[in-house]
């Protein structure tokens, strides 16, 4: 079992940054892949961007690309994700996932999921 930890959420305005954290614990080396998620109030949970171990990353859609950027500190069990030119719609609540089977969350949902950090964007 791994447990991912979020951080780095909060309130900003629109056009700043954040960074948020997610720290993975526990059995950390049976976790190949790990993305970001988002849930919008009344919305669905929708893919951000998965990145590999190795460092490969895929994003849910190539719109993502230019203001998400997922990155990945094996060192510290640690994944990224960079968020610039913040709208009031990327207010949301981010999760962070792991698992050990699924290269591409893309193509599949991964099994051990953090318990979110909320970011909310005033216009």
């Known amino acids: 079992q791994v447990q991912p930890v979020e951080s780095g959420g909060g309130l900003v305005q629109a056009g700043g940054s954040l960074r948020l954290s997610c720290a993975a614990s526990g059995d950390v080396f049976s976790i190949n892949t790990m993305g970001w998620y988002r849930r919008a109030p009344g919305n669905q949970r929708e893919l951000i961007a998965s990145?590999?171990?190795?460092?490969?990353?895929?994003y849910a859609a190539d719109s993502l690309k230019g203001r998400f950027t997922i990155s990945r500190d094996n060192t510290k069990n640690t994944v990224y994700l960079q968020i610039d030119s913040l709208k009031p719609e990327d207010t949301a609540v981010y999760y962070c996932a792991g698992d050990r089977a699924c290269y591409d969350f893309r193509w599949c949902t991964p099994d051990q999921w953090g318990q979110g950090t909320q970011v909310t964007v005033s216009s």
């Open positions: 990145i590999s171990r190795g460092g490969s990353s895929n």
